[in-house]
């Protein structure tokens, strides 16, 4: 798996200019490039079938790779707000007691913007010190499951948080996308989420 760009929509105060965020971006960037298929490869190559391919079992190698080093899956956050969000896929406590999380998208545009959102709400409650949306390119999108939110469909949406009132904390979004395509690899297999094959 490759990583196309890293937009940082907020990025303020001490947590940024830290070695322990510079140390969770590492582990994340890290995570995402040992993603592979087939497994066994040194590559993430993608069978190129328009919307053939699922997302679920990539997800799943990255959170497989920051538990191993460290990584909660699945944590609820404990905020002030009357907003009460579903779990995040990962996260990993830092020094101060606040969280950092990540989110890979499995889901479609809406999926996007509740991510974001709930990452948001976790920074203004102060739980959290970062967020990060991992989400495939357009051209990567293109290959996957039907309607799985794209980089390029959300980067429109980035003005709105990038105006929060945040003091201290990161919020970011990296585009991903595949290294390679060939028809001698096999399909990745759609998981189930919700009712939608993903």
């Excluded at 970011?172 to 939608?196: C, F, N, Q, Y």
Aim: include cysteine; aromatic fraction near 10%.
């Amino acid at each position: 798996m490759k990583i196309i760009k890293t937009e940082f929509l907020i990025r303020k105060g001490f947590f940024y200019k830290s070695s322990e965020f510079q140390s969770i971006l590492k582990q994340i960037e890290n995570a995402v490039l040992s993603v592979t298929h087939p497994k066994d490869s040194r590559q993430f190559t993608l069978y190129p079938k328009r919307k053939g391919n699922g997302v679920v079992p990539i997800k799943k190698n990255f959170l497989e790779w920051l538990v191993q080093n460290g990584w909660l899956c699945e944590h609820r956050m404990s905020i002030a707000s009357r907003l009460r969000p579903g779990p995040i896929d990962a996260v990993k406590k830092i020094s101060d007691g606040r969280h950092f999380a990540v989110e890979w998208e499995t889901g479609n545009i809406s999926s996007s913007h509740r991510a974001l959102n709930k990452m948001a709400v976790g920074l203004l409650d102060g739980v959290l010190a970062g967020g990060l949306l991992i989400l495939p390119s357009r051209t990567m999108y293109d290959y996957l499951t039907d309607r799985i939110g794209s980089y390029s469909e959300i980067e429109p949406y980035f003005p709105v948080w990038r105006n929060l009132q945040i003091k201290d904390g990161v919020l970011s979004v990296i585009e991903i996308e595949h290294d390679a395509l060939s028809e001698d690899v096999p399909v990745i297999p759609k998981g189930t989420d919700g009712r939608a094959l993903r």
